[in-house]
């Protein structure tokens, strides 16, 4: 492993503990000590046209709204996708900012295919995009070689292993990283998005 990049999710995981009310002062504090810390991505919230945008919220019904509510330096601007919940498809790619964030795409494996267009799609239009398949325990080992085939046929910026529910022991969590390491395009990043359910997630994060 060449290098590893830290992604801090605060200000959109940490929106399910407020309803991703920070308040925007919260919002800029954690933006700038996150990128003093010099973090490498911030994952600032969540883009749904189920949402209105409003201040010091990190919910996002667009880039514009987005934009105006958020400066960065150093660090890099990601905001989630839900594919299931979400048709911003043509807003993405029609309507492009000066300031892009990284899109991370996350969706459960009964979308896979649909999903990987979208994500195609939006490579296409020069955007740069996470894959992030939600709970990778429901993949058989075979399900998740063929994804990542098909990631490396999209070139997408990463592609992440979501253990969602911290279903996954390190033993079981190795076998997939195995899988990307051995199998995935060089240009495409390993992302690892852990949950700590069973009290294994800095476990697993330690052993790969």
Known sequence: MSKVFLLDSTLRDGGYCNNWNFGTKIINQITTNLNNAGVDYIESGILSQQYTSKSGCTLYNSLFDFQEIQLFSTSTPVLLMDYHKNNLLNLLCHNKVSMTPVIRLAFYKDD??????????????????????????????????????????????????VDSFGALMPDELLKYVLIVEEGLDINVKIGIHLHNNMQQAF??????
Request: charged share 15%; with cysteine; glycine share 2%.
């Open 203 to 208: 476990y697993c994060a330690t052993e790969i």
């Open 112 to 161: 896979v295919n649909e999903a990987l267009d979208y994500v195609h799609n939006l490579v296409e239009f020069g955007y740069s995009v996470f894959v992030h398949p939600m709970a990778i325990h429901c993949y058989s080992l075979h399900d998740f070689r063929q994804l990542t085939e098909q990631v490396n046929m999209i070139k997408p910026s990463a592609l992440y292993l």
